[in-house]
Protein backbone atom coordinates (compact mmCIF):
# COMPACT_ATOMS: atom_id res chain seq x y z
CA UNK A 1 0.00 0.00 0.00
CA UNK A 2 2.70 2.69 0.55
CA UNK A 3 4.08 2.02 -2.69
CA UNK A 4 0.97 2.83 -4.30
CA UNK A 5 1.15 6.15 -2.03
CA UNK A 6 4.81 6.96 -3.15
CA UNK A 7 3.35 6.25 -7.42
CA UNK A 8 0.51 8.73 -6.05
CA UNK A 9 3.18 11.50 -5.05
CA UNK A 10 5.16 11.19 -7.52
CA UNK A 11 2.21 11.54 -10.08
CA UNK A 12 1.38 14.99 -8.03
CA UNK A 13 5.04 16.28 -7.89
CA UNK A 14 5.00 15.87 -12.33
CA UNK A 15 1.17 17.74 -12.18
CA UNK A 16 3.27 20.27 -9.78
CA UNK A 17 6.63 20.80 -12.12
CA UNK A 18 4.52 21.00 -15.40
CA UNK A 19 2.12 23.66 -14.16
CA UNK A 20 5.23 25.34 -12.37
CA UNK A 21 6.93 25.20 -16.24
CA UNK A 22 4.27 26.78 -17.56
CA UNK A 23 3.68 29.15 -14.76
CA UNK A 24 7.42 30.62 -15.13
CA UNK A 25 7.34 31.32 -19.11
CA UNK A 26 3.89 33.55 -19.11
CA UNK A 27 4.57 37.03 -18.81
CA UNK A 28 3.20 39.09 -15.87
CA UNK A 29 3.88 38.94 -12.43
CA UNK A 30 0.21 37.47 -11.53
CA UNK A 31 1.84 34.39 -13.33
CA UNK A 32 3.95 33.27 -10.46
CA UNK A 33 1.11 34.06 -8.20
CA UNK A 34 -0.41 30.91 -9.61
CA UNK A 35 2.34 28.71 -8.40
CA UNK A 36 1.84 29.31 -5.17
CA UNK A 37 -1.86 28.73 -5.52
CA UNK A 38 -0.66 25.46 -7.01
CA UNK A 39 1.49 24.96 -3.31
CA UNK A 40 -1.75 26.10 -1.99
CA UNK A 41 -3.49 22.93 -3.14
CA UNK A 42 -1.88 20.26 -4.54
CA UNK A 43 1.23 20.93 -2.73
CA UNK A 44 -0.50 20.37 0.35
CA UNK A 45 -1.87 17.05 -1.26
CA UNK A 46 1.26 15.99 -2.28
CA UNK A 47 2.82 16.73 1.52
CA UNK A 48 -0.67 14.70 2.77
CA UNK A 49 -0.05 11.40 0.45
CA UNK A 50 3.96 11.64 0.87
CA UNK A 51 3.39 11.89 4.73
CA UNK A 52 0.88 8.57 4.60
CA UNK A 53 3.06 6.46 2.30
CA UNK A 54 5.82 7.40 4.59
CA UNK A 55 4.75 6.83 7.81
CA UNK A 56 5.06 10.50 9.13
CA UNK A 57 3.15 11.80 11.49
CA UNK A 58 3.85 15.05 11.56
CA UNK A 59 2.75 15.58 7.99
CA UNK A 60 -0.39 17.00 8.95
CA UNK A 61 1.11 20.07 10.72
CA UNK A 62 3.27 20.62 8.23
CA UNK A 63 0.50 20.34 5.38
CA UNK A 64 -1.65 22.84 7.38
CA UNK A 65 1.80 25.57 7.49
CA UNK A 66 1.56 24.94 3.72
CA UNK A 67 -1.77 26.01 3.47
CA UNK A 68 -1.36 28.40 6.09
CA UNK A 69 1.73 30.12 4.04
CA UNK A 70 -0.33 30.13 0.56
CA UNK A 71 -2.98 32.28 1.90
CA UNK A 72 -0.83 34.67 3.43
CA UNK A 73 1.13 35.02 0.80
CA UNK A 74 -1.17 35.55 -1.88
CA UNK A 75 -2.87 38.17 0.58
CA UNK A 76 0.21 40.15 0.65
CA UNK A 77 0.95 39.50 -2.84
CA UNK A 78 -2.38 41.60 -4.06
CA UNK A 79 -2.16 43.99 -1.36
CA UNK A 80 1.28 45.00 -1.75
CA UNK A 81 3.30 42.88 -4.28
CA UNK A 82 1.28 43.59 -7.18
CA UNK A 83 3.17 45.62 -9.41
CA UNK A 84 0.91 48.47 -11.23
CA UNK A 85 2.92 48.14 -14.60
CA UNK A 86 2.41 44.48 -14.82
CA UNK A 87 1.71 43.37 -18.20
CA UNK A 88 -2.16 44.01 -19.16
CA UNK A 89 -2.69 41.58 -21.61
CA UNK A 90 -1.02 38.25 -20.64
CA UNK A 91 -1.90 36.74 -24.61
CA UNK A 92 -2.13 38.52 -27.52
CA UNK A 93 -5.23 37.50 -29.31
CA UNK B 1 -9.41 -3.72 6.04
CA UNK B 2 -8.95 -4.32 2.54
CA UNK B 3 -11.86 -2.95 1.46
CA UNK B 4 -10.94 0.30 3.39
CA UNK B 5 -7.94 0.09 1.28
CA UNK B 6 -9.61 -0.68 -2.27
CA UNK B 7 -11.80 2.89 -1.40
CA UNK B 8 -8.70 4.99 -0.78
CA UNK B 9 -7.11 3.58 -3.96
CA UNK B 10 -10.13 4.60 -5.85
CA UNK B 11 -10.55 7.92 -3.91
CA UNK B 12 -6.97 8.96 -4.75
CA UNK B 13 -7.50 7.61 -8.14
CA UNK B 14 -10.44 10.20 -8.39
CA UNK B 15 -8.23 12.69 -6.90
CA UNK B 16 -5.37 12.05 -9.17
CA UNK B 17 -8.18 12.64 -11.88
CA UNK B 18 -9.15 16.03 -10.71
CA UNK B 19 -5.23 17.40 -10.24
CA UNK B 20 -4.49 16.31 -13.33
CA UNK B 21 -7.63 18.14 -14.80
CA UNK B 22 -6.58 21.19 -12.89
CA UNK B 23 -2.77 21.41 -13.98
CA UNK B 24 -4.34 20.80 -18.26
CA UNK B 25 -6.13 23.87 -17.36
CA UNK B 26 -3.34 26.15 -16.26
CA UNK B 27 -1.17 24.82 -19.46
CA UNK B 28 -4.26 25.14 -21.76
CA UNK B 29 -6.58 28.12 -20.64
CA UNK B 30 -6.16 31.38 -22.51
CA UNK B 31 -5.66 33.78 -20.08
CA UNK B 32 -5.26 34.88 -16.02
CA UNK B 33 -9.43 34.41 -14.73
CA UNK B 34 -10.09 31.14 -16.29
CA UNK B 35 -6.10 29.77 -15.32
CA UNK B 36 -7.38 30.73 -12.07
CA UNK B 37 -10.67 29.03 -12.10
CA UNK B 38 -9.28 25.64 -12.92
CA UNK B 39 -6.39 26.36 -10.16
CA UNK B 40 -8.45 27.48 -7.04
CA UNK B 41 -12.14 24.59 -8.68
CA UNK B 42 -10.12 21.57 -9.91
CA UNK B 43 -7.57 20.95 -7.41
CA UNK B 44 -9.68 21.63 -4.25
CA UNK B 45 -11.96 18.94 -5.52
CA UNK B 46 -9.02 16.78 -5.64
CA UNK B 47 -7.45 17.83 -2.40
CA UNK B 48 -11.31 16.89 -0.83
CA UNK B 49 -10.93 13.60 -2.57
CA UNK B 50 -7.12 13.13 -1.48
CA UNK B 51 -8.01 14.25 2.41
CA UNK B 52 -11.21 11.80 2.19
CA UNK B 53 -9.30 8.89 1.40
CA UNK B 54 -6.55 9.56 4.49
CA UNK B 55 -9.11 10.14 6.89
CA UNK B 56 -10.49 6.15 5.71
CA UNK B 57 -6.78 5.28 7.09
CA UNK B 58 -6.29 7.60 10.04
CA UNK B 59 -5.73 5.83 12.97
CA UNK B 60 -7.72 8.32 15.86
CA UNK B 61 -10.42 11.19 15.38
CA UNK B 62 -7.39 13.70 16.08
CA UNK B 63 -6.18 13.09 12.33
CA UNK B 64 -9.44 13.13 10.92
CA UNK B 65 -10.33 16.01 12.47
CA UNK B 66 -7.12 17.63 11.28
CA UNK B 67 -7.18 16.65 8.00
CA UNK B 68 -10.73 18.55 7.78
CA UNK B 69 -9.53 21.51 9.25
CA UNK B 70 -6.71 21.42 6.51
CA UNK B 71 -9.17 20.94 3.33
CA UNK B 72 -11.74 24.04 4.69
CA UNK B 73 -8.81 25.56 5.40
CA UNK B 74 -7.18 25.46 1.89
CA UNK B 75 -11.09 25.78 0.71
CA UNK B 76 -11.84 29.05 2.40
CA UNK B 77 -8.36 30.64 1.52
CA UNK B 78 -8.11 29.69 -2.09
CA UNK B 79 -12.07 31.22 -2.18
CA UNK B 80 -10.72 34.78 -0.49
CA UNK B 81 -7.25 34.70 -3.09
CA UNK B 82 -9.49 33.73 -5.83
CA UNK B 83 -11.65 36.87 -5.36
CA UNK B 84 -8.51 39.04 -4.46
CA UNK B 85 -6.45 38.06 -7.52
CA UNK B 86 -9.98 38.14 -9.90
CA UNK B 87 -11.17 41.72 -8.87
CA UNK B 88 -7.99 43.15 -8.50
CA UNK B 89 -6.93 41.92 -12.25
CA UNK B 90 -10.22 43.72 -13.02
CA UNK B 91 -10.01 46.85 -11.77
CA UNK B 92 -6.67 47.13 -13.76
CA UNK B 93 -8.30 46.69 -16.78
CA UNK B 94 -6.97 42.63 -17.57
CA UNK B 95 -9.48 42.04 -20.80
CA UNK B 96 -11.42 38.66 -20.25
CA UNK B 97 -10.79 36.42 -23.13
CA UNK B 98 -13.50 35.95 -25.18
CA UNK B 99 -14.57 33.64 -28.21
CA UNK B 100 -14.22 37.17 -30.45
CA UNK B 101 -10.47 36.48 -29.80
CA UNK B 102 -10.42 33.01 -30.87
CA UNK B 103 -12.21 34.08 -34.02
CA UNK B 104 -9.21 36.76 -35.55
CA UNK B 105 -6.93 33.16 -35.32
CA UNK B 106 -8.69 31.21 -36.90
CA UNK B 107 -10.79 29.57 -35.11
CA UNK B 108 -14.81 29.36 -34.94
CA UNK B 109 -15.91 32.65 -34.03
CA UNK B 110 -19.07 33.61 -31.95
CA UNK B 111 -22.11 35.67 -33.21
CA UNK B 112 -21.19 39.52 -32.46
CA UNK B 113 -24.24 40.09 -29.24
CA UNK B 114 -22.19 37.55 -27.07
CA UNK B 115 -18.38 39.28 -27.67
CA UNK B 116 -20.89 42.63 -26.76
CA UNK B 117 -22.37 40.89 -23.30
CA UNK B 118 -18.77 40.19 -22.46
CA UNK B 119 -16.63 43.15 -23.13
CA UNK B 120 -15.66 44.40 -19.63
CA UNK B 121 -17.82 47.46 -18.40
CA UNK B 122 -15.90 47.13 -14.95
CA UNK B 123 -19.56 48.32 -13.25
CA UNK B 124 -19.64 45.16 -11.19
CA UNK B 125 -16.41 45.62 -9.56
CA UNK B 126 -16.12 46.27 -6.17
CA UNK B 127 -13.27 49.40 -5.73
CA UNK B 128 -12.91 51.08 -2.95
CA UNK B 129 -10.42 53.79 -4.46
CA UNK B 130 -12.78 55.38 -7.47
CA UNK B 131 -9.96 57.61 -8.43
CA UNK B 132 -7.44 54.91 -9.69
CA UNK B 133 -9.75 53.48 -12.11
CA UNK B 134 -12.00 56.00 -13.48
CA UNK B 135 -9.41 56.80 -16.61
Redesign the interface.
Known amino acids: ?1 SA ?2 IA ?1 SV ?2 LL ?2 V ?2 LG ?2 FRQP ?1 R ?2 S ?2 AA ?2 F ?3 G ?2 LV ?2 LG ?1 GLGLDRA ?1 DI ?2 VF ?2 L ?2 VL ?2 AF ?2 RG ?1 P ?1 D ?1 S ?4 K ?1 | MTAL ?1 VLT ?1 LL ?1 AA ?2 FF ?2 A ?2 VG ?2 RF ?3 YS ?2 HA ?2 KA ?2 V ?2 GL ?2 LA ?1 ML ?1 AESWT ?1 VF ?2 G ?2 WV ?2 LA ?2 A ?2 CF ?2 GN ?2 YR ?4 P ?1 TTL ?2 G ?2 GRESAPLELGKLLEPTHAGCYDETKGRTSA
Open positions: MFYVVLTILGHVGAELLLLGSTVALVQLALALAACVVLWEDKEDRP | NGLALFIGTLLPDLRLLTDNGLTVLQEKLLIMVASTVLIEARGLTWHASS
